[in-house]
């Protein structure tokens, strides 16, 4: 499909946390359209959100004609991508996905647009992978052009707004009850299954295969189909953590080529998306704090396996909001060629 002057565009869940940062990041970038529109369900109907300093009246999807549309962005939840995206289609308009309903399956390209463009081959359906597998995965790809991966044990620490605003106000609630003098307390409309102020939990999504959750099912096999490494072997444990936004990972690579930090570095900093903060002698390396509402994934606390040559530590962070979410469908929208 090629990007004109007589795009049209429509954000399926745009009263959502996701959708919201779709409307900032098209305010802010040169993206050429004729125009804009934003459609959630019957019960957002008639709310307005500004954009361009103009008021955006928000649609029941059931009243979207898709065939008025080149490109909708999906960020709904998975009942509605299942539901939707299919007539989307139908109307003849391409969809990008940002739920994990298609993410799997062999005919849907699962893009990172750094890495893996040209796999959407005239697609009309697109799915924007998972946000803690896409910062992970940025470093990971040039890594492997140079040292060929072979092996990963990933830890995520991920922010409570990845659960969307629901995990957000789960977090401040008991955050603030326990400053006045609780020992303990969960907030009844939490999405997560134990309090989260002041705590970590080890759990994201529903247990499933072998014990592992469905998240870290989500980190193991879409890493192995946007790096077209099917038979890598992967481990993974996913945590939610007390932070509104922006998540990290903690990756241990093995590799067939010996490493060499330097040349690691020199590899990330080459790489479009990446940032290397990495000064250990004087403490810097990045948090998920410093990387809120930025567009880059942040690399830092690289270090070879004190025994294995071919092993490499490292830590990333990024906005999972933005590169996790919004900004990456965003990117592949500009790129539609």
């Not at 939707?84 to 309903?101: F, H, L, M, Q, R």
């Not at 997560?192 to 970590?200: D, E, G, L, T």
């Not at 930090?261 to 900093?269: H, M």
Request: proline fraction near 4%; hydrophobic fraction near 40%; charge should be neutral.
């Amino acid at each position: 499909m090629e990007i004109n002057t007589n795009k049209h565009i429509i954000i399926v869940g745009v009263t959502g946390l996701v959708g919201r940062e779709m409307l900032k990041i098209l305010e802010s970038i040169d993206f050429p359209f004729d125009n804009i529109d934003g459609c959630a369900s019957s019960n957002s109907e008639g709310k307005l959100l500004n954009y361009k300093g103009k008021q955006l009246i928000v649609r029941d999807i059931n009243n979207i004609d898709f065939s008025n549309y080149n490109i909708a962005l999906f960020s709904a939840g998975s009942e509605v991508s299942k539901v939707y995206a299919p007539i989307a289609i139908e109307k003849g308009c391409t969809v990008i996905d940002n739920t994990s309903y298609f993410r799997m399956r062999d005919n849907v390209p699962l893009v990172v647009p750094e890495i893996n463009m040209n796999s959407i081959n005239g697609a009309k359906l697109i799915a924007n992978p998972n946000c803690s597998t896409i910062q992970m995965v940025m470093p990971l790809k040039p890594l492997h052009d140079v040292f060929e991966l072979k092996e990963l044990v990933i830890s995520t620490y991920q922010a409570s707004g990845g659960a969307g605003q629901k995990g957000i106000n789960a977090l401040l609630n008991e955050t603030g009850i326990i400053l006045n003098n609780k020992n303990s307390y969960k907030d009844n409309n939490s999405p997560f299954n134990k309090q989260i102020a002041f705590n970590v939990i080890p759990q994201i999504d529903k247990f499933d295969l072998l014990d592992y959750t469905k998240e870290e099912w989500k980190m193991i096999n879409e890493t192995k189909k946007i790096l077209d490494l099917p038979n890598i072997d992967i481990t993974a444990t996913c945590v939610r953590v007390p932070v509104i936004r922006g998540h990290a990972v903690s990756v241990f690579a093995k590799f067939n080529n010996v490493i060499d930090i330097s040349r690691v570095k020199e590899v990330l900093s080459n790489f479009s998306g990446i940032k290397v903060v990495d000064d250990p002698n004087n403490q810097i390396y990045t948090t998920p704090i410093d990387c809120a509402n930025k567009n880059d994934v942040f690399v830092s606390r690289m270090r070879k396996h004190p025994t294995i040559d071919n092993g490499l530590n490292f830590w990333c962070v990024s906005d999972n909001v933005r590169k996790g979410a919004a900004l990456n469908a965003i990117q592949i929208a500009s790129l539609l060629q």
